[in-house]
Nanobody
Framework: QVHVVESGGGLVQPGGSLRLSCAVSGNIGSFSAVGWYRQAPGKERERVAI???????IHGDSVKDRFSISRDNAKNTVYLQMNSLKPEDTAVYYC???????????WGQGTQVTVSS
C-alpha cells in the first residue's frame, strides 16, 4: 500500500513563504512523476508543479516566478517552495504520485494553505 502524506501548510500573510512537503512511502524512484495540485473553493483542481526523473515543470503563469519544486530522493520527499504568496494562492494543496506502471495514481489527503492578512 502506497501512502502519500503532505505537510507544511498553514496561515501566512501576503508576501510570505511556505514550503510544503510530500512524503511517499517506498522508493520514490518507482514513481515516474510526483507533483503538486491545488484546489481553491468553488474551483477545479489545477496542476501546480511536477517533478520527474528528467526534471521539473512549474505550471501556470501566476506561479512560475514564485514557486519551485525539488526532491530529496534519500528522503522519498518532494517539496514545493512557495514565495511571495498571494491571497489567490489560498487552496488545499494535494500531492500526486504516479507509478512507473502508470496506474493507480496516489493522492494525499491535502494540506490547507491560507494567505491572508
Amino acid at each position: 500500500q502506497v501512502h502519500v502524506v503532505e505537510s507544511g501548510g498553514g496561515l501566512v500573510q501576503p508576501g510570505g513563504s511556505l514550503r510544503l512537503s510530500c512524503a511517499v512511502s517506498g522508493n520514490i524512484g518507482s514513481f515516474s512523476a510526483v507533483g503538486w495540485y491545488r484546489q481553491a473553493p468553488g474551483k477545479e483542481r489545477e496542476r501546480v508543479a511536477i517533478s520527474t526523473h528528467y526534471g521539473s515543470i512549474i505550471h501556470g503563469d501566476s506561479v512560475k516566478d514564485r514557486f519551485s519544486i525539488s526532491r530529496d530522493n534519500a528522503k522519498n520527499t518532494v517539496y514545493l517552495q512557495m514565495n511571495s504568496l498571494k491571497p489567490e494562492d489560498t487552496a488545499v494543496y494535494y500531492c500526486n504520485a504516479v507509478p512507473i506502471t502508470g496506474r493507480p495514481e496516489y493522492w494525499g489527503q491535502g494540506t490547507q494553505v491560507t494567505v491572508s492578512s
